[in-house]
């Protein structure tokens, strides 16, 4: 095992220190069909982009939006900004105009690069029609393609990348304390937060994280999932935090990702459990990636209880990482060598030396013993500082002594250990106590006519009760029936759901960092049903 570059602590406080170690000629992106991207390009070409927005005015304080696909340009326009002190919001490309408008707004962005081309031009008929108010802070628009210059926004100057190869470089203006990133959170409110992050920390943070994931100069990854999302970016961080290559991908075709994860020698992979679960079903064998050291997932995809012991009786180790907007991914993990049993479930251990986990009663705030569950709440120097022009929600999210409140259940385990078991909105408040509903969906998945179950409460007359929507299996009807009795038999009272409900597909809303399910969509479901007598 080769040792990785490092770089001292003080060294660190700064992002774009975190690309001055690797070697001009490293490859950085390993991207099928082109040549390598390597370290030295990125250093040169966000130098350059730097000295072009310095030109212009863009330096500390400033924002610079980022709505394209995984692409280097992605990571030249954010090291450039990194340069300056200034921030990156980072886009999701697949957003409308409503959402890149507000975010443009609300984060004052000066600039923003886009790739017009993007989804046949959709990015750029979303940005054409922002409405001048919610772009009135934008001076400039940096194109990946060589375009008319009026031809984005017109009234608002246009400039390709690539004519910007004659300006000098400038000097290093970020300090440690700079905002660097913007995130903003999902969730079913009608206004997203917006995630403030710093330098320091976030170089802290990657630099942590890639430790914890094991990294060495030997090490490659691959990237499948968006950089504007916190677990996409949070695999890029790591890995330049680490100096080794990445095959970058815009999009996750499972055929093609197995094909490059052995012909490129990928020995870390990231991503969600249905993305594995895609990855071992196209590819044959007991052992099918053989130089693949992990894959680190995130249990966003209900139903998949058999995807854990499969991996592992195909040699494929499996870990839990957790992380959220606010913290950004692998702010914990497995350990490498814990039993499956831990492996397969999100939490573990905080990545930050120094950092405390609490596990805190909902109600009371009360630490919470080995054995018993409550919020996830953390204590350490590499959070987000806040949420943009947000003070109210930002001291709501953290205690009085400086943990950060997660809003996840986690069970308390050995030592400094936790299981992540759902969002705290996602609790069941059943006859004065919580209940976890994966607890209830674990006894249902047990039927054989079961495929996918999720669990919500409805409220009716004698007060909270839970219900379940099951997917049948292939072939199969569930008695609804004998799911009640078998629930009835294995759980307390309070537990067991008053109906079930069977649909085709769990609703499930695709973001930045995966799927998610969409509880409220069924919870509105429930009600209805429960409201007009169809119980």
């Keep these: 095992m080769k040792p990785l570059n490092k770089t001292d602590s003080a060294s660190r406080d700064r992002l774009s220190n975190l690309v001055e170690q690797a070697p001009d000629d490293a490859p950085l992106f390993l991207i099928p069909g082109q040549p390598d991207y390597t370290y030295g390009q990125l250093r040169s070409e966000s130098k350059r982009l730097a000295a072009a927005l310095h030109a212009r005015g863009i330096g500390r304080g400033d924002t610079v939006a980022l709505c394209l696909g995984n692409r280097p340009e992605w990571m030249v326009a954010a090291f450039a900004a990194w340069r300056l002190g200034a921030a990156i919001l980072a886009l999701n490309p697949r957003f409308g105009t409503k ?162 994860i052995n012909d490129l020698g990928v020995t870390h992979a990231m991503g969600t459990n249905d993305m594995l679960d895609k990855l071992l079903t196209v590819t044959p064998g007991d052992r099918p990636f053989p130089g693949l050291k992990m894959f680190g997932h995130a249990n966003f995809t209900p139903g998949l209880t058999e995807l854990p012991a499969e991996a592992e009786r195909r040699a494929v180790l499996i870990r839990g990482f957790y992380g959220l907007s606010e913290t950004l991914a692998f702010v914990a993990a497995r350990r490498a060598d814990a039993p499956l049993e831990e492996r397969k479930e999100g939490g573990g251990t905080l990545t930050t030396p120094g950092a405390k986990l609490r596990i805190a009663d909902p109600d009371t705030g009360a630490e919470q013993p080995e054995g018993a569950a409550g919020e996830v709440q953390i204590l350490s120097p590499n959070v987000m500082v806040g949420y943009l022009n947000d003070p109210e929600r930002t001291a709501a999210t953290f205690t009085p002594d400086g943990y950060l409140r997660t809003g996840d259940l986690g069970l308390r385990g050995a030592g400094e250990s936790f299981t992540f078991l759902t969002r705290m909105n996602d609790i069941l408040r059943i006859g004065g106590y919580l209940v976890a509903p994966e607890e209830i969906e674990a006894v249902i998945k047990e039927d054989l006519s079961v495929d996918q179950c999720q669990v919500v409460s409805v409220t009716l007359k004698q007060g909270p009760r839970p219900v379940a929507f099951v997917v049948p299996a292939a072939g199969t009807t569930p008695d609804h029936a004998s799911l009640i009795a078998t629930c009835r038999a294995q759980l307390a009272i309070y537990k067991v759901p008053v109906r079930i409900f069977e649909i085709n597909e769990i609703p499930v809303a695709d973001g930045p960092n995966g799927l998610k399910v969409r509880k409220n969509v069924l919870r509105d479901i429930a009600q209805q049903a429960m409201a007009d007598g169809l119980a």
Excluded: W
Excluded at 128 to 154: C, G, H, Y
């Design 99 to 260: 959402e890149i408008g507000d975010l443009i707004r609300r984060t004052d962005a000066s600039a923003l690069v886009l790739d017009p081309g993007y989804r046949k031009g959709a990015v750029a008929d979303a940005v054409r029609r922002i409405p001048t108010k919610d772009r009135a802070s934008l001076e400039l628009v940096l194109s990946v393609e060589d375009i008319p210059a009026d031809e984005v926004i017109p009234g608002v100057e246009t400039l390709a990348l690539s004519t910007l190869s004659d300006f000098s470089t400038t000097e290093i203006q970020a300090q440690p304390q700079d905002v660097c990133l913007y995130l903003a959170t999902s969730g079913t409110t009608s206004q997203p937060k917006i995630v403030q992050h710093i330098q320091n920390r976030v170089a802290h943070h990657c630099t942590n994280a890639a430790a914890a994931i094991g990294f060495d100069a030997d090490s490659r990854t691959i990237l499948a999932i968006p950089f504007c999302g916190g677990f996409g970016f949070a695999v890029a961080m790591t890995s330049i935090a680490s100096g080794i290559p990445m095959v970058l991908l815009d999009t996750f075709e499972p055929e093609q990702v197995s094909r490059l």
